[in-house]
Nanobody, 117 residues
Framework: QVQLVESGGGLVQPGGSLRLSCAAS????????MGWYRQALGKQRELVAA???????NYADSVKGRFTISRDNAKNTVYLQMNSLKPEDTAVYYC???????????WGQGTQVTVSS
Protein backbone atom coordinates (compact mmCIF):
# COMPACT_ATOMS: atom_id res chain seq x y z
CA GLN A 1 0.00 0.00 0.00
CA VAL A 2 1.27 3.44 -0.87
CA GLN A 3 2.13 5.94 1.89
CA LEU A 4 1.48 9.62 1.25
CA VAL A 5 2.99 12.70 2.91
CA GLU A 6 1.72 16.18 2.10
CA SER A 7 3.65 19.42 2.51
CA GLY A 8 3.45 23.04 1.44
CA GLY A 9 0.45 24.29 3.38
CA GLY A 10 0.44 27.51 5.35
CA LEU A 11 -1.05 30.95 5.78
CA VAL A 12 -1.41 33.14 2.70
CA GLN A 13 -3.22 36.38 1.92
CA PRO A 14 -6.17 36.46 -0.49
CA GLY A 15 -4.89 36.51 -4.05
CA GLY A 16 -1.71 34.70 -3.10
CA SER A 17 -0.34 31.33 -4.19
CA LEU A 18 0.79 28.09 -2.62
CA ARG A 19 2.08 24.82 -4.02
CA LEU A 20 1.23 21.63 -2.22
CA SER A 21 3.33 18.50 -2.66
CA CYS A 22 2.42 14.89 -2.02
CA ALA A 23 5.33 12.47 -1.78
CA ALA A 24 4.47 8.81 -2.23
CA SER A 25 6.44 5.79 -1.08
CA UNK A 26 5.91 2.06 -0.95
CA UNK A 27 4.56 1.67 -4.45
CA UNK A 28 4.82 2.92 -8.01
CA UNK A 29 2.84 6.12 -8.39
CA UNK A 30 1.97 5.45 -12.02
CA UNK A 31 -0.33 2.65 -10.84
CA UNK A 32 -2.63 5.15 -9.14
CA UNK A 33 -5.12 7.85 -9.91
CA MET A 34 -4.05 10.73 -7.69
CA GLY A 35 -6.28 13.36 -6.19
CA TRP A 36 -6.37 16.31 -3.85
CA TYR A 37 -9.33 16.68 -1.52
CA ARG A 38 -10.10 19.33 1.06
CA GLN A 39 -12.21 19.57 4.16
CA ALA A 40 -13.21 22.88 5.66
CA LEU A 41 -14.32 23.16 9.27
CA GLY A 42 -17.83 21.78 9.63
CA LYS A 43 -18.05 20.64 6.02
CA GLN A 44 -17.69 17.36 4.17
CA ARG A 45 -14.51 16.41 2.40
CA GLU A 46 -14.67 17.32 -1.28
CA LEU A 47 -12.63 16.53 -4.37
CA VAL A 48 -10.53 19.46 -5.54
CA ALA A 49 -8.60 17.94 -8.43
CA ALA A 50 -7.56 14.56 -9.80
CA UNK A 51 -5.09 13.28 -12.35
CA UNK A 52 -4.80 9.91 -14.02
CA UNK A 53 -1.55 8.06 -14.66
CA UNK A 54 -1.44 9.93 -17.97
CA UNK A 55 -2.37 13.58 -18.32
CA UNK A 56 -6.13 13.55 -17.87
CA UNK A 57 -7.26 15.92 -15.14
CA ASN A 58 -10.51 17.10 -13.62
CA TYR A 59 -11.26 19.94 -11.23
CA ALA A 60 -14.01 21.12 -8.95
CA ASP A 61 -15.85 24.03 -10.54
CA SER A 62 -14.82 26.25 -7.64
CA VAL A 63 -11.11 25.94 -8.47
CA LYS A 64 -11.10 25.72 -12.27
CA GLY A 65 -8.72 28.24 -13.78
CA ARG A 66 -6.99 28.82 -10.43
CA PHE A 67 -5.59 25.43 -9.40
CA THR A 68 -3.41 23.04 -11.39
CA ILE A 69 -2.69 19.42 -10.52
CA SER A 70 0.39 17.72 -11.91
CA ARG A 71 2.44 14.63 -11.25
CA ASP A 72 6.06 13.56 -11.62
CA ASN A 73 6.03 9.77 -11.70
CA ALA A 74 9.84 9.64 -11.69
CA LYS A 75 9.86 11.51 -8.37
CA ASN A 76 6.73 9.74 -7.09
CA THR A 77 5.26 13.15 -6.32
CA VAL A 78 2.00 14.94 -7.07
CA TYR A 79 1.59 18.71 -6.89
CA LEU A 80 -1.27 21.14 -6.52
CA GLN A 81 -0.46 24.67 -7.63
CA MET A 82 -2.98 27.05 -6.13
CA ASN A 83 -3.22 30.61 -7.45
CA SER A 84 -5.60 33.49 -6.76
CA LEU A 85 -6.46 31.96 -3.41
CA LYS A 86 -9.67 32.99 -1.70
CA PRO A 87 -10.73 32.79 1.95
CA GLU A 88 -13.17 30.03 0.98
CA ASP A 89 -10.19 27.88 -0.05
CA THR A 90 -9.27 27.61 3.63
CA ALA A 91 -9.31 23.92 4.57
CA VAL A 92 -7.19 20.90 5.37
CA TYR A 93 -5.97 19.50 2.07
CA TYR A 94 -5.51 15.75 1.70
CA CYS A 95 -3.66 13.74 -0.90
CA UNK A 96 -5.40 10.60 -2.14
CA UNK A 97 -4.20 7.63 -4.18
CA UNK A 98 -6.57 5.13 -5.76
CA UNK A 99 -5.08 1.95 -7.26
CA UNK A 100 -6.08 1.52 -10.89
CA UNK A 101 -6.94 -2.18 -10.54
CA UNK A 102 -7.83 -2.90 -6.90
CA UNK A 103 -9.40 0.55 -6.30
CA UNK A 104 -7.89 0.52 -2.80
CA UNK A 105 -7.44 4.08 -1.56
CA UNK A 106 -4.76 5.65 0.60
CA TRP A 107 -4.79 9.05 2.30
CA GLY A 108 -2.14 11.40 3.57
CA GLN A 109 -2.33 13.09 6.96
CA GLY A 110 -3.42 16.44 5.51
CA THR A 111 -1.91 19.90 5.39
CA GLN A 112 -3.63 23.09 6.55
CA VAL A 113 -4.17 25.92 4.08
CA THR A 114 -5.43 29.19 5.53
CA VAL A 115 -6.29 32.16 3.31
CA SER A 116 -6.70 35.29 5.37
CA SER A 117 -5.60 38.88 5.52
Amino acid sequence: QVQLVESGGGLVQPGGSLRLSCAASGSILSLYVMGWYRQALGKQRELVAAITSGVNTNYADSVKGRFTISRDNAKNTVYLQMNSLKPEDTAVYYCNAKHLITLVQSWGQGTQVTVSS
